[in-house]
């Protein structure tokens, strides 16, 4: 068994700290001049606190680490075995995954993520970087146990899934991407497995619960975007910029982050194309588009691309982060869209109509990226999605069915 926090002691951050920024000058320094104006640039940027971040402290976490570790570990061998999220793994790692009491976790789980300034550095697992495997373990077991006939267990486990990426917030948008296959697998489950009607109103508040404001979109891509910059350019960062990363993010992001691969030698041409795009993406992204948010930043992504591609290469990975979340949002209303469509069925005995669809949700949904609404439509038994070029066609099920697959 790994080392839990309680087996050693904790060094103290600042001591930490001083000793990183030792191995850093000596590796980093050796002909290259430390820029005090990109590091007086970049603890501007980072002293400002985005909405949506903030780390949530997580009761009786070391009991939570030690509990939840292994299904770290299996979703480490999950990554190493297969590559499609809904392909079922091999017969070893399946009867872990099929014995491991995972049922009722997600929420503790979801309590560590959140938890981010009480991480150990080295003796825990890494929660984080495996919440989209533990997803897909989730799934995964939703799928065995409903073909098998044990529909409800299989749906807790779904629920479990959607519990990793409720009311999300803190770091960067990668993980909480995961979650469009997520609920890519539970539509397709819907058709063969109908749940029961008190497991479709707690499927609704599920879904629902994943669903993020766009400042909380806007505050992740600045994580992003500042991750990238201490990476690139931490030569440039003295012991001020490594106390107010370690303060913000927490001492493992910080660690991880200053012993990163990345030289981190870049220089004052680099510097202002990433400030630049920095600059035009953050600014009003909260109150336009994210497809404009993109845009925006145009010119210098161009420019980085120009002066060191694979940094060029990073910021494009952060900004397509936002293209995605585009359909992270189609793949949630869609969802919704069905499983309402599914329960007001259940309280009439017929198919409902648009209106009453639209009434159902409330407020009339739109995706951050285009601004554009959904509407719906509810015919011949089959329901409309539509966001402008968007539409997604869902057969509803006749009212009744529930084939069962063949257990693997």
Partial sequence: MRPMPGDRPRASKVGWIAAVGLTLAAALGCGVTPDATIAEEFHERLRARPRGFVARPCPERAAKVERLAEMVYMGQDLRARIREYDTLPPPNLHDRMMQHPMLGEGDDYRCLLQDFHGVVPNAEPDFLDAQPLVGNLYVLVARVLASRGQVEEGWAHVLDALALHANWGGFGFEQQLSLTDVLRTTSALLDRHPPSPATLDRLIAGV????????????????????????????????????????????????????????????????????????????????????????????????????????????????????????????????????????????????????????????????????????????????????????????????????VESAP
């Fill in 208 to 403: 629902e619960a994943t669903r993020s404001e766009v400042g909380t979109i806007c505050g992740a891509m600045r994580h992003d975007l500042l991750t990238l910059a201490m990476t690139g350019f931490r030569v440039h960062f003295g012991q001020r910029e490594r106390e107010a990363v370690a303060k913000r993010f927490g001492l493992d992001h910080a660690m991880r982050t200053w012993r990163s691969p990345w030289p981190g030698k870049l220089g004052r041409a680099e510097w202002g194309a990433w400030r630049d795009a920095y600059d035009a993406m953050v600014e009003g992204c909260t109150r336009r588009p994210l497809g404009l948010t993109i845009q925006a930043a145009a010119e210098p992504v161009v420019r980085l691309d120009g002066l060191h591609p694979p940094t060029g290469v990073r910021l494009r990975i952060v900004a397509d982060r936002l293209n995605r979340v585009a359909v992270l949002v189609d793949a949630q209303i869609t969802l919704l869209a069905t499983l309402r469509a599914l329960r007001l069925r259940a309280e009439h005995g017929r198919d409902p109509t648009t209106a009453e669809l639209a009434l159902d949700f409330g407020r009339r949904p739109l995706n951050p990226w285009d601004g554009r609404y959904y509407t719906f439509t509810v015919e011949g038994g089959a329901l409309s999605v539509v966001r402008g070029p968007y539409r997604h066609d869902v057969p509803l099920p006749p009212p009744g069915r529930g084939a």
